[in-house]
């Protein structure tokens, strides 16, 4: 009876813990000119590709690496490990939260202030690590 009532607390403790993981919705804006396709690869690099027209804004999967298609070129990105400020992250609900990028022209990764919508001509001040170059 003891060993059930600290397993059923212990499982109740995972399930709230487990449950305030905070999480992230990341939005790519096609700034480039012309037609991407965004892959984004998780920690196993399978690949999620998203078809995104320009001047359009898709939610993607939250990338471990990153890879786009543009015309006949390939750009592969090194992103940040580090979480973006928190100016540049707007809380949508619960523990989730929404960070904005955009692709330029030449490939350069930019992060935009959440409330921006569509491409911006003048991105914000950019914060450490950014903008991202393909490499």
Known sequence: MKNTRTAVVGLAIL???TGCYP??????VNHSGQTL?????????KETAYLVENNQTVRINVPFKLRIKCGGATWDYDLPPTRLPQNFRKKVRGNWYLEKFQIE?????????PESQGPVANPPLQPAGYPVRPR
């Open 15 to 17: 399930i709230l813990v």
């Open 23 to 28: 999480g992230t919705l990341e939005e790519a």
């Open 37 to 45: 396709t965004v892959i984004s690869m998780d920690t196993e690099l």
């Open 105 to 113: 022209k030449d490939g350069t990764i930019n992060c935009l202030l």
